[in-house]
């Protein structure tokens, strides 16, 4: 597979988006594969590996270690054990944007991994969710997911079809809940794909099984999403 192409397996394809001031790709590339940054296994150091550059594309991994507890009760006595699992997430760096790929533990050191390699300030993109709905991104709109203040008995209300005025309904507090994600079908050169964006960023992609979705696509999605 080329390295601005991924392919959706049999689950649905999520990512996070990050920006980045990109100024060198080189640059940036040589600094993931410097000794102190790279992956070791040895002394247990998490890391970049695996990672290609080519057309001004940066691909790769980032690999964490992450510790997690395990009860043992035996003869009426418990003991805890320690164990140590490895995480990983794969990234492409674009001049466009930063697309984040696989579990959120090693997504989310990855911000802070790049920032201390690269010297770059990166931040995780948010959307406006509130304004996708009203601005009609999708063909067909799908799921809204609600979330009222924590004081309220109804903390979620799912609500599906077209809701232009949902805010009218008894379940919403009104002028105090905001949108937590949003369902639906959008077009695109590859075909309708169903879209979920939640409030924190994350982008969810259902379609066929083994379809290639190219650098392009993933941008032409991100801009369906944010442009005004």
């Known amino acids: 597979m080329r390295i601005d192409e991924i392919e959706k397996k049999s689950a649905p394809l999520s990512y996070q988006c990050l920006k980045m001031q990109?100024?060198?790709?080189?640059a940036i590339f040589n600094a993931l594969n410097e000794k102190d940054n790279i992956f070791n296994p040895?002394?247990?150091?998490?890391?970049f590996h695996d990672c290609k550059c080519d057309k001004g594309i940066i691909r790769g991994f980032y690999t964490v270690f992450k510790t997690f507890e395990v009860e043992h009760y035996i003869l009426g006595l418990t003991t805890k054990e320690?164990?140590?699992?490895?995480?990983?997430?794969?990234?492409?760096?674009?001049?466009?944007?930063?697309?984040?790929?696989?579990?959120?533990?090693?997504?989310?050191?990855?911000?802070?991994?790049?920032?201390?390699?690269?010297?770059?300030y990166i931040e995780r993109v948010e959307f406006d969710l509130e304004?996708?709905?009203q601005e009609n991104r999708f063909t067909v709109m799908k799921t809204i997911l609600?979330?009222?203040?924590?004081?309220?008995?109804?903390?979620?209300?799912?609500?599906?079809?077209?809701?232009?005025?949902?805010k009218i309904?008894?379940?919403?507090?009104?002028?105090?809940?905001?949108?937590?994600?949003?369902?639906?079908?959008?077009?695109?050169?590859l075909g309708p794909i169903?879209?979920?964006?939640?409030?924190?960023?994350?982008?969810?992609l259902d379609c066929?099984?083994?379809?290639?979705?190219s650098i392009d696509n993933l941008n032409f999605i991100f801009d369906l999403i944010t442009k005004d």
């Open 146 to 166: 609600l979330e009222n203040s924590k004081h309220n008995p109804i903390r979620r209300a799912r609500l599906t079809g077209c809701m232009r005025e949902y």
């Open 82 to 120: 320690n164990f140590v699992r490895l995480e990983h997430c794969e990234f492409i760096i674009t001049p466009e944007h930063v697309y984040v790929f696989g579990k959120p533990t090693p997504a989310r050191l990855l911000v802070t991994a790049l920032t201390a390699a690269t010297g770059t």
């Open 131 to 133: 304004h996708i709905r």
């Open 42 to 47: 040895e002394i247990g150091s998490n890391g």
């Open 22 to 26: 990109i100024k060198d790709i080189q």
């Open 208 to 213: 066929k099984n083994g379809l290639i979705l």
């Open 194 to 204: 169903d879209l979920t964006v939640n409030k924190k960023g994350k982008i969810t």
């Open 169 to 189: 309904l008894p379940t919403i507090e009104v002028g105090n809940h905001e949108i937590n994600s949003i369902k639906g079908i959008i077009e695109t050169p």
